[in-house]
């Protein structure tokens, strides 16, 4: 039986959203695309169980205070990786103490790469893809007139399953700070 991975991030369900799927359709057309999201932890293998992980993401959640990013330019991971995605412009850094916070006990891993906060618009398969989707991608991000901020106040526990992600389960931040408020 294959090992699953398990990652979490939170969908990025608003404008900024809309618009970044619609342009992964446009991009890459035949491709199947994930909701829009934002990563927190990039997929990893657990150190324990599912539920041991899930328990100590809803209890380290519940002391974080939900908050805003605000998303900047057009960019590439090349010549790394042929990826164009969007920066996070404003708030990248608790998106990374989120992530130091949370990489710790069974989520614990060695990852690949170092973190940084962005929303992938495409991967493709060539860096001359890449090229091409970051020119139209920088275009048409210019041409939105939308709000570019972006909430983070629910996270998604998700699961590797034959190549396709699942929601396991939703994470709530901040509802230890509700809680002490009342």
């Excluded at 041991?52 to 519940?62: G, N």
């Excluded at 106040?153 to 992600?165: K, N, P």
Aim: hydrophobic share 40%.
């Amino acid at each position: 039986m294959p090992i699953s991975r398990y990652a979490l991030v939170t969908y990025v369900r608003n404008p900024v959203g809309e618009f970044i799927e619609e342009l992964r359709r446009e991009l890459h057309p035949t491709a199947v695309h994930p909701a829009a999201h934002l990563t927190i932890l990039p997929p990893r293998e657990l150190a324990g169980t599912e539920a041991a992980a899930l328990e100590f993401l809803e209890e380290a959640c519940s002391r974080v205070i939900p908050f805003h990013v605000e998303m900047g330019d057009v960019e590439t991971f090349l010549p790394t990786t042929p990826t164009v995605f969007l920066q996070v412009k404003r708030a990248a850094y608790r998106m990374r103490e989120l992530h130091d916070q949370l990489s710790r006990k069974g989520l614990c891993c060695d990852e690949s790469w170092p973190y940084i906060p962005h929303l992938t618009i495409v991967k493709t398969e060539l860096d001359e893809q890449a090229r091409a989707a970051y020119l139209i991608a920088r275009e048409r991000w210019a041409q939105f007139l939308g709000s570019r901020q972006v909430p983070v106040e629910e996270l998604m526990f998700v699961r590797e399953a034959d190549g396709d992600w699942q929601d396991v389960a939703p994470v709530p931040l901040g509802r230890g700070q509700l809680s002490s408020q009342l």
